[in-house]
């Protein structure tokens, strides 16, 4: 009966010494946790502002001189065109802005694989190296030639060719001549860029579907159609649906001028 009891008593004293070793490992969890996330938040506010420090010293550093002009190409601001006289090619500007709301002159004489800054802060280096293809599509209506260009290049330029299944560029109705046949022919040259032309007008969502239901990519991409890659832009979004592919990783986006195009 001793031994009994004395059992008994005993394994009530190891089961509270288990319970309460448990909930002190609970506190401690969360506790680390907590740690844990105030240090990551710190780390991402320095991040950010070594990002915007660098962003602002590579601006200084850069002083584009765009082919074809003979000074630095400076931003035009309409609300001053009442006080002077405005030079031709001042008012060749303004004549073409509505073709795409934007300075579509200065796009025009920018090389479509021009160079960009590097707004990275670092290198990024990933864990994994067997990421999956991706399948890039642009949707468009009536976009502008040169803009246009500049999109497909900067991710042919910039995207590791094992992991760029294909570009697919997904015309949604255009009405521009230039966007036909003219556009046929230049992209025939690109092995990965194919054209898919909706018969009628079917607005983003549909296009987008349209473009989904041909891609042989592992994971859809979708970029809008005046848009410009940086170097490194495609490996951290696809790591990221690697991970988890439940994700729907979106990239920085930075703003390119309508006035200056930088």
């Given at each position: ?25 609970l ?25 915007k ?8 550093a ?19 065109a ?5 030079t ?18 200065l ?10 800054p590097d ?24 976009e502008?030639?040169?803009t ?9 330029n ?5 992991l760029?299944?294909e ?63 940086n ?21 920085v ?10």
């Open positions: 009966m001793r031994i009994r009891r004395y059992l008994r008593d005993s394994g009530r004293v190891l089961a509270f010494v288990f319970v309460a070793s448990v909930i002190w490992l506190f401690d969890m969360a506790a680390l946790r907590m740690s844990l996330n105030e240090v990551n938040t710190e780390l991402l506010k320095e991040r950010v502002i070594r990002e420090e660098l962003f602002k010293q590579q601006l200084k850069t002083q584009h001189t765009r082919r074809g002009f003979k000074h630095p190409v400076q931003r035009m601001d309409w609300t001053q009442g006080k002077g006289p405005l031709s090619e001042d008012a060749e500007v303004k004549k073409r802005w509505d073709e795409g709301h934007f300075n579509v002159y796009s025009d004489k920018i090389p479509v694989d021009r160079a960009i707004t990275r802060p670092c290198e990024q280096s990933l864990v994994h190296d067997d990421l999956p293809s991706t399948s890039v599509i642009f949707c468009f209506v009536d502008v030639w040169s246009l260009l500049r999109s497909v290049h900067s991710v042919l910039r995207s590791p060719p094992h760029l299944k570009i697919i560029l997904v015309d949604d109705f255009s009405t521009k001549d230039y966007l036909k046949k003219q556009l046929d022919d230049y992209m025939a040259q690109f092995p990965k860029v194919r054209i898919v032309r909706l018969k009628e007008r079917q607005g983003l969502i549909r296009a987008r579907l349209a473009g989904a239901a041909v891609a042989k990519g592992e994971v859809l991409t979708f970029l809008d159609s005046h848009i410009e890659c170097v490194g832009w495609l490996e951290p979004l696809l790591e990221r649906v690697y991970l988890d592919r439940k994700k729907v990783p979106c990239p986006i930075e703003v390119i001028s309508d006035k200056d195009m930088r």
